[in-house]
């Protein structure tokens, strides 16, 4: 599966964004979404996920309350909405794909960086 990413920009503390991607190649079915994201100098560290086929979600708890992870399973495509944006939220946002059964991500898609200035 190929993944896309967009949605990035430049927001004030407070703010909201919405990220998407959009999962080409094949359709998603027995698979987890998920938003990863790296700031610079740091480790990639999780985000959230959601389980295509239920719908059920995960949150780092960095983010729970603030985000939200969904899907569009027609579309095939994956958002996250981030509302009040704090800068220590700044880093690039990756989003992830992979099978239920296998434990770690396998996708990737290039990424789009999300800026929050105080």
Same mark, same amino acid.
């Given at each position: =599966?190929?993944? !896309?990413?967009?949605? %990035? ?7 909201? +964004?919405?990220? /998407? #991607? @959009?999962? *080409?190649?094949?359709? +998603?079915?027995?698979?987890?979404? @998920?938003? $990863?994201?790296? &700031? ?5 560290? $999780?985000? @959230? !996920? ?9 949150? &780092?708890? *960095?983010?729970?309350?603030? $985000?939200?992870? /969904? ?6 495509? =994956? ?5 009040? +944006?704090?800068?220590?939220?700044? &880093?690039?946002?990756? #989003?992830?794909?992979?099978?239920? =059964?296998?434990? *770690?991500?396998? &996708?990737? %898609? !290039? %990424?789009?960086? =999300?800026?929050? *200035? /105080?």
């Amino acid at each position: =599966v190929q993944l !896309q990413a967009s949605g %990035g920009g430049l927001v004030q503390a407070g703010g909201s +964004l919405r990220l /998407s #991607c @959009a999962a *080409s190649g094949r359709t +998603l079915g027995n698979d987890y979404m @998920a938003w $990863f994201r790296q &700031a610079p100098g740091k480790e990639r560290e $999780f985000v @959230a !996920q959601v389980n295509w086929s239920s719908g059920n979600t995960n949150y &780092a708890d *960095s983010v729970k309350g603030r $985000f939200t992870i /969904s899907r569009d399973n027609p579309k095939n495509t =994956v958002y996250l909405q981030m509302n009040n +944006l704090k800068p220590e939220d700044t &880093a690039r946002y990756y #989003c992830a794909a992979r099978q239920i =059964v296998v434990a *770690s991500y396998e &996708a990737w %898609g !290039q %990424g789009t960086l =999300v800026t929050v *200035s /105080s």
